[in-house]
């Protein structure tokens, strides 16, 4: 891979959101280099990350450039990782950390580390003085593949997924793929599924490598992810540009979702990786296509098939919950998305491979699917 770059062009929410210019950076990790802390001209920089994150070999050198959180006129805020810290207290945290260093409108926030990050830290960008710029290095492949691109931010509510938000896209995403190594298999896992929902909703080539060359991508072999990362970054990018506010084929992005954050929601937020719910939930959404007719039993079965290969649960009745009335309270969840407008529920749906629609359905027609 070499370093290459494209952008991505939006009617402006605020000014100097027109557009993302997303970068490959084939090398380490190396944010000394893209950024220079403690630079003595430019914008000052409010840049945010996690614990763990801040942990990595290969940022250790950024952060310790940073002394009680300060290096020159830049700052460092380090929070909590993982989805318990999606909340609108961290959001908060960053704004008033931000005034507290008299961070001005015309600064820039920087978001280092996964979605829970690149999402609060856009999302504090949105709202901070009524809106200053934001950029991100996305450390996980979910970040890379989906999260930190097409601008949405947000945070968890009242224990159902990004119910308060804004969309606020980033100036500048730098994706270095070198970040897989350091994943845990199932973070590393969890971008996978997004990755492998971009094949069944846009990609048949990226199908093809995820039907033919699961050792390679399981071994996380350089050559694999070199292409799958961009061939997701530029089909998403293609989705956001057409339809930024998600009126009408952004939606498509979220196969899997109504049944997958149902699923987190009822193991608890955090309890399971937003990936292995969202992989599930394709699942669920094509054995519902199927058993509607909408597509063959076939191309089902190719998928569920597949997606053993990977480890993802593939049965009606998710593995990871305990407890009675399973499908209910997973209805009852489903009732809260984003997308339903009345009494239905709103689910994407496919006809066939790249071959995809939006339904709304009643809850008797999705309850089979869940046994
Ligand atoms: N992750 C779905 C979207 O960005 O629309």
Known sequence: MKQSSFSIKYQPVHPGTENTTIIFHPETPDLCAIFTPGR??????????????????????????????????????????????????????IVKAALKEGFARKDIFVGIGGGVISDITGFAASIFKRGTSVEFVPTTLLSMV????????????????????????????????????????????????????????YDRDLYTIFLEKS????????????????????AKAKIVENDFMENNIRMYLNFGHTFGHALETVVGLGNITHGSAVAWGIGRALSLSARKNFCSQSYCDEVLKMMLLYGWDTEGMPHCVTGGDVGGRIIKAMHKDKKNSNSKICLILQKGLNDTFILEMDDDDILPVLK
């Open 40 to 93: 003595t001209s430019g914008e000052r920089r409010f840049f945010v990350t996690d614990g763990t994150v801040a942990r990595l070999p290969c940022i250790q050198q950024f952060t310790a450039l940073f002394d009680d959180g300060r290096c020159g006129r830049d700052y460092l805020l380090v929070i909590g990782s993982g989805e318990p810290y999606k909340t609108i207290e961290s959001v908060l945290t």
């Open 146 to 201: 989906d999260a930190s691109i097409g601008g949405k931010t947000g945070c968890d509510f009242d224990n159902y997924k990004n119910m308060i938000g804004s969309f606020f896209p980033a100036r500048t995403i730098h994706i270095f793929p070198r970040f897989v190594e350091s994943l845990s298999s199932s973070q590393y896992n969890s971008g996978l599924a997004e990755a492998f929902k971009t094949a069944l909703l």
């Open 215 to 234: 050792e390679s991508i399981l071994s996380r072999d350089p050559a694999v992810i070199n292409e799958i990362i961009p061939r997701c970054a530029h």
